[in-house]
C-alpha cells in the first residue's frame, strides 16, 4: 500500500472511531441571532394568555421568515427559548418570546 492509501485509510479507520461523518456535521444545527415575537389578546380564565403565546409564537415565525427565509422558522427547532407572559389591564394578557432560529 502506498504511503498516500494508508494515511487514507489510517483516516477513514479515525474517523469511523471518533464517530465523524460528514453526515454527523450536516445534522449540527445551524443558529442565527435570537429573534423576537411579541403579542396580546384578551379572553377569560387563562384563554387570553393562551391565544397570547400562540399569537407571539406566530409573530416569531413570521419575523425569522422575512430575516433569514423559511428553513428558519421552526420555532421547534429553535434554541434559548425565553418566554415572558403576563396579564394586563382587565383582561388582556401579554406574551413576548425570544428564541435563537436554528435548522438543520
Not at 37 to 57: D, F, N, Y
Amino acid at each position: 500500500m502506498h504511503k498516500p492509501a494508508k494515511f487514507a485509510a489510517a483516516l477513514v479507520a479515525l474517523s469511523a472511531v471518533a464517530g465523524l461523518t460528514s453526515v454527523d456535521a450536516n445534522a449540527l444545527p445551524r443558529c442565527r441571532a435570537a429573534v423576537e415575537g411579541v403579542a396580546t389578546a384578551t379572553g377569560i380564565l387563562g384563554t387570553g394568555s393562551e391565544k397570547a403565546r400562540i399569537a407571539a409564537r406566530q409573530h416569531w415565525k413570521a419575523t425569522v421568515r422575512h430575516l433569514y427565509g423559511p428553513r428558519y422558522a421552526n420555532f421547534w427547532t429553535a434554541r434559548d427559548k425565553q418566554w415572558d407572559c403576563k396579564k394586563g389591564a382587565i383582561l388582556l394578557a401579554k406574551c413576548v418570546v425570544v428564541a435563537r432560529p436554528c435548522r438543520y
